[in-house]
Each structure stands twice: as C-alpha cells, then as structure tokens.
C-alpha cells in the first residue's frame, strides 16, 4: 500500500517528511469512499468526501 516515491527522496539527505510512510487513500477504501483504520482497538472511519477531501472519524 505504500506509494512509489522518485529515487531522490530516498537519499540520506532527503528531509524527515520524505521518509514518512505514504499511503494511497485510494488504495484504503480499495476505490470505494470509505475505510476502517484501528489503532490501539479503536475503530476510525476514513472518508472521501465527493469534493476529494479526507475525513478522519472516530
């Protein structure tokens, strides 16, 4: 589920944000509007909203 990042945000010096997991929120909801995300045994609704905005709820 991780996203392809371009060879040069792999180097050493690439800054703290580059080397973040990323993850498709098309991948999530498995091209649907929605998904399930559980942290610590509570459940979080992840939305995509029809003007393609993220909504995150618990």
Same mark, same amino acid.
């Given at each position: 589920?991780? /996203? $392809?990042? =371009? /060879?040069?945000? /792999?180097? =050493? %010096? *690439?800054?703290? +944000?580059?080397?973040? =997991?990323?993850?498709? *929120?098309?991948? @999530? $909801?498995? %091209? %649907?509007?929605? #998904? +399930? !995300?559980? @942290?610590?045994?509570?459940?979080?609704? @992840?939305? !995509? $909203?029809? #003007? %393609?905005? @993220? !909504? +995150? $709820?618990?």
């Amino acid at each position: 589920m991780t /996203a $392809t990042r =371009p /060879a040069d945000f /792999a180097r =050493p %010096g *690439a800054s703290v +944000l580059a080397r973040m =997991p990323q993850h498709d *929120a098309n991948e @999530l $909801t498995r %091209g %649907g509007n929605q #998904a +399930l !995300i559980v @942290l610590d045994e509570q459940v979080y609704q @992840l939305r !995509i $909203t029809r #003007a %393609g905005k @993220l !909504i +995150l $709820t618990k």
